[in-house]
């Protein structure tokens, strides 16, 4: 049970979270700021936060727990701004989608100690909506959330992220931070570049309008997340940029290679290069399977 919970970024993550412990009786209170007055005000008024104020130290002050849902290269001046007000037992964590740099921009801001009560964390659900009003109670449930902890966290803080995660229904898996920037640069990064890239490239089109009238399920599925937050995508981009590069090569290769091929009419090469990507998705894509309780392995 939470006494105090501080949001700080009243989006589609941290609104989120606040509703799915609210809906289980599992806080207290919710302290909420982000950067606009109407959005905490939103936030309020759709039963997100308890209390609106004005600035990050405010909210964390008292607070057992502190989220950070703001977008990543916000993430530097919030911890700065809570450094002074954070009290000597909360636990802090964040939704950021990308760990290295919120770990820089932590170190670089708290104490050592506070450093120490920081628990990097990215849930692995989401949808292409933001602010306050696309939040919902159900999204982490049946989803992973990855950990990214640190040599410097002591066990019990682990745990209570842990514990703070699977309260909601997620599936909590730890890894450390450079692989975890690794991997997401492949699964989540990379799509959303080529995502964003299509529908620019198509919006170029001089018959773009008749292109986008009689676009259909396949274009909806592969460019939905082209309709995520520019600024949230920005500052992924950027701040995993060392990853996301070579992620890109790769694939740009491999679009060069299938250019290749059509281009020759090597139809027994399209068709080798469409079974290999149809045969992996087909066993290795796998959306979480809900956990029930008895098949919990005894020491979770
Ligand atoms: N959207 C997703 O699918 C998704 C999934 C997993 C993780 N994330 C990560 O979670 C974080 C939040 O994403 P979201 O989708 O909730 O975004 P969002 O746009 O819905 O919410 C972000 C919130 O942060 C606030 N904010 C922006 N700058 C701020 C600042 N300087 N100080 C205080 N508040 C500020 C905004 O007003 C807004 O309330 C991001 O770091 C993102 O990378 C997003
Ligand atoms: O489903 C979506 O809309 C998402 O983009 C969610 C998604 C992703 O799967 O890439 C987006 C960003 C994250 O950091 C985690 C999850």
Redesign the pocket.
Known sequence: MIQRLAL????????SLSLALKQRGLVGEVVG????LQ?RLRARELGIIDRPVDS?AEAVAGADVVFV????Q?MA??FRDMAEALAPNALITD????KGAVVAAAKAALSTAQFAQFVPG??????ER???D?AFAELFENHRIILTPMPENAADQVRRAEDLWRSVGAQVECMDVAHHDHILAATSHLPHVAAFSLVSALSRLEERYEVFRYAAGGFRDFSRIAS??PA?WR??CLTNRDELLPMLDHYLAELQQMRGLIDHRDGAGIEQMFSGAKAVRDALYRPVEPKTSAAEPASE
């Open positions: 700080i970024g009243l989006g589609l993550i941290g609104g700021y982000s950067r606009q959005t990050v849902a703001t977008p990543v916000a001046g919030v939704g950021g989608s990308v990215h849930p692995i659900a989401g949808t933001s602010g306050p696309a995520s937050d949230m500052d992924i």
